[in-house]
């Protein structure tokens, strides 16, 4: 496996970040990059240490080693896995990003409209649907005029035809704003036409690269379990290490 190049194109770099709770060690030596223009995925199992990372990417987690180079004065829109709203809090989605952005009427009228929710604009943050707060907080991301969009689980709580939909639509958010997009994913066969690099993790980096060349990339299988792998049409690859209970990364032999 090549390792992850960066380059003077990247908008945000990490270099052999390490991180632990106590005794368990959730990342281990992790790079990686991502440029203008440029849609990186991370994907792995439950607990695998993904969001963990978009923290401390985020500036809001410090790493117990390894170290974050961005270019200057780096603008990011985060859009997290989601957000508790309290049902009885008068709040229109409208008034929910101006809070957010203090952004101009026209602009955040401009932006629902360009996510297809303008009709949203004065309903009440409560009563929209999973898919439909999905694309507010990626409303509010965009208005920030990021140059990299960080997305936690963006299609959360979306049925599998409005997470296709969704997918495309950062995609073509990239093209029209040329911006970086690095997301987390659980699902590689939704994201595999809207990404350009996948990162697969599991505590460290098993295996990167194009989607269709990880998908045939001979690590994966003990991240899901073939079952698993087979009933999310995910990828299917043997690794050549184990984990311990500890988290430690342990060679081995296959058959």
Do not use: W
């Not at 106590?22 to 030596?29: I, N, P, S, T």
């Not at 949203?120 to 509010?140: D, F, K, M, P, T």
Request: proline share 4%.
């Amino acid at each position: 496996m090549e390792p992850l190049t960066h380059t003077a194109k990247s908008l945000l770099s990490a270099n052999s970040i390490y991180k632990k709770f106590g005794d368990r060690k959730v990342l281990q030596d992790i790079s990686l990059s991502v440029s203008k223009g440029q849609i990186v995925t991370l994907i792995g199992p439950n607990g695998a240490g993904k969001t963990t990372l978009v923290r401390i990417l985020l500036g809001l987690l410090k790493p117990d080693s390894g170290q974050l180079s961005s270019i200057e004065s780096l603008r990011i829109g985060y859009m997290p896995q989601k957000v508790h709203i309290e049902a009885t809090l008068p709040l229109t989605v409208q008034r929910f990003l101006q809070l957010a952005n203090n952004s101009d009427p026209v602009l955040l009228a401009a932006t629902l409209d360009e996510l297809n929710i303008l009709h949203l604009q004065h309903h009440q943050l409560v009563s929209i649907s999973g898919g439909e707060l999905q694309r507010v907080l990626l409303a509010r991301a965009l208005l920030r005029a990021p140059q990299l969009l960080i997305l936690d689980e963006p299609a959360q709580g979306v049925d599998l035809a409005g997470q296709a939909e969704l997918y495309q639509l950062i995609s073509e958010i990239r093209n029209r704003q040329n911006c970086g997009v690095l997301m987390i994913s659980h699902d590689l066969h939704l994201v595999m036409s809207s990404t350009d690099e996948v990162i697969c993790l599991n505590h460290h980096i098993c295996c990167h690269g194009k989607p269709e060349h990880v998908s045939n990339d001979p690590a994966y299988l003990e991240l899901f379990g073939a079952r698993a792998a087979e009933n999310l049409a995910v990828y299917t690859h043997h690794h050549n290490h184990e984990h311990t209970i500890d988290g430690e990364v342990k060679d081995c032999d296959h058959d």
